[in-house]
């Protein structure tokens, strides 16, 4: 994955105030959160993800079923076209 770094403006830089210089910190800071925690993710999904799918597929159907939901983009335009 390419690491992006966020450009802060300097102190004392023609019309850098210091919300955006706030505002250009708490993004970098906040991508390296982003970054990180889809890292983890990815490493525990590897270790056992499909697993524990499996599990909660069984055990708590609306929790899965929720999990399904909450991946679907909300643009996406869901029809039925079959017969009844």
Avoid at 2 to 16: I, L, N
Avoid at 37 to 52: C, D, P, R, S, W
Avoid at 57 to 80: D, N, T, Y
Wanted: charged share 25%; net charge positive.
């Amino acid at each position: 994955m390419e690491r992006r770094e966020a450009s802060v403006p300097r102190h004392g830089t023609q019309g850098a105030s210091l919300g955006a210089w706030r505002a250009a910190l708490g993004g970098r800071a906040r991508r390296a959160l982003n970054l990180a925690t889809i890292e983890g993710m990815t490493k525990a999904f590897e270790k056992g993800g499909q697993a524990a799918i499996n599990k909660v597929m069984k055990q708590q159907p609306a929790i899965f079923l929720k999990m399904l939901v909450l991946l679907v983009p909300r643009e996406l335009e869901v029809s039925h076209s079959g017969h009844d």
